[in-house]
């Protein structure tokens, strides 16, 4: 379970620096902008050939070119409309009726898509802290399942407060690998175990998040499953936040002719699993159109009450109007739309193939079952980079390990393949020329 920095280091910072325990708090949480600062410094281009090639991050610049076309083409400059406060902060109407269609049809709701469902906000991590502000007091947990991204603490517990609970598999019951991560009765058991756990250590849960598509696996979850999560949900008066960020950059992978596809839980009846009012959806333009840097989220709840308060602190996020207004060119241009997430699918299944075809290759296992989202999941642990026999360079690469991922079991790694081929393979080159001196020589 996530713990809190004891109080010593926060006393500190309120004396040195004025600040409020919260604050203090935070300034001993471990930042990675100044690293990425750096990264940015020195990527690989072609005047840097030399340069780093950063496979750490879930972002798809694949379509950027597309993306940059589009906007010079159909972006409108109106004053009137994007100038001014227009309407507010909770989004502009022209992007929540264009979102309420695609959500509506592309998702395939199984209940109306209403306007007054729909909040814009500064990405999916918005959408996020939004949620976990509006259930969690300070101190109160949300369970999600182990392996996750660990950004998403951040969403939790920066400025909510709350605590991020892991469900661990590896010692459910009946659990043989991965797989079992997506069948439903693990699922309950795991979640039951995580509940169980935190009520021992006096901590009110309060939800669920669950990513589908599965980040880091790059799996979607069978309905079977998710009718079962919303069922312990609704059996325990837990929230339920979906982050579907991913839902429309599922590819095929000939590995996996039996995939399951994407569903989002807006395409279930649930009525009989869980409270409607408990169940939100978290969504985005970056990763499906390829746009992260526009910090672009909507958040879609049934919940009256809980739209009118993430409403009220709206306006510390406020999305210009104008990076709307891209957003729903995009989504309202039918043809434009179809086409570039159909190129964008065929693009991931290429570099998916390339990834896994290198990793095969080289003997590193990974997780074979993936169909969506922009990475892989391999397992390093058998170039002997966590070595048992070392404590002292097995700490510091769980200290690394730990801050990228939160997982059961250390040595597997999220490797980003969304990059340009050739960058792609010469990054997976040296990566693999590390883990091979590492193997054999130790870290020096």
């Not at 600062?37 to 694949?62: M, Y």
């Not at 989004?91 to 306007?115: C, M």
């Not at 672009?296 to 308060?309: D, F, K, P, Q, W």
Request: aromatic residues 10%; proline residues 6%; contains cysteine.
């Amino acid at each position: 379970m996530a713990s809190s920095i004891s109080q010593g280091p926060v006393d500190k910072a309120v004396a040195k620096y004025g600040l409020s325990e919260r604050a203090a708090g935070n300034t001993h949480h471990f930042l990675p902008w100044d690293m990425l600062e750096d990264t940015r410094k020195s990527l690989r281009s072609p005047r840097n050939p030399d340069g780093l090639v950063f496979l750490g991050v879930a972002e798809n610049p694949l379509l950027y070119k597309d993306v940059s076309i589009f906007i010079k083409n159909n972006l409108t400059i109106s004053p009137d409309d994007q100038f001014g406060y227009g309407v507010g902060p909770r989004g502009s109407p022209r992007l929540k009726k264009a979102l309420r269609s695609f959500l509506q049809n592309n998702f395939d709701a199984e209940k109306p898509i209403l306007e007054k469902q729909l909040l814009i906000l500064p990405g999916v991590a918005g959408v996020l802290d939004a949620l976990a502000w509006s259930i969690c007091d300070d101190g109160e947990g949300i369970i999600i399942p182990v392996p996750f991204w660990s950004g998403i603490s951040q969403g939790v517990g920066e400025r909510a407060r709350g605590v991020m609970i892991p469900a661990i598999y590896q010692s459910v019951e009946g659990y043989q690998g991965l797989d079992d991560l997506f069948d439903p009765k693990i699922n309950r058991k795991a979640l039951k175990n995580a509940l169980q756990q935190a009520t021992k250590d006096n901590v009110r849960v309060r939800g669920v998040i669950l990513c589908n598509p599965h980040n880091p696996l790059g799996r979607c979850y069978p309905v079977e499953t998710l009718r079962e999560i919303a069922g312990f949900c609704g059996q325990h008066d837990l929230h339920l936040i979906c982050d579907e960020v991913f839902a429309m950059s599922v590819y095929d992978n000939p590995e996996v002719p039996d995939a399951v596809p994407f569903t989002s839980v807006l395409a279930l009846n649930l009525d009989d699993k869980i409270n409607p009012q408990n169940v939100h959806v978290a969504y985005g333009m970056g990763k499906d159109l390829c746009a992260a840097g526009f910090r672009l989220g909507v958040l879609h709840s049934r919940n009256e009450g809980l739209i009118t308060a993430v409403s009220t602190i709206s306006v510390l996020g406020w999305i210009p109007y104008i990076v709307q207004d891209i957003w729903a060119n995009m989504l309202t241009d039918d043809v434009f739309r179809v086409d570039f997430m159909d190129k964008n699918c065929r693009l991931l299944t290429e570099h998916s193939a390339f990834l896994t075809t290198f990793l095969r290759e080289h003997d590193i296992p990974y997780y074979s079952k993936v169909n969506a989202g922009v990475f892989a999941w391999p397992d390093v642990s058998v170039t002997n980079l966590f070595r048992p026999d070392d404590q002292f360079y097995r700490d510091r690469e769980m200290t690394l390990w730990n801050r990228l991922l939160a997982s059961e079991e250390p040595g597997w790694f999220r490797v980003s393949f969304a990059v340009e081929k050739e960058a792609l393979h010469i990054g997976l080159e040296r990566l693999i020329k590390t883990l091979r001196e590492v193997e054999a020589e130790g870290w020096k």
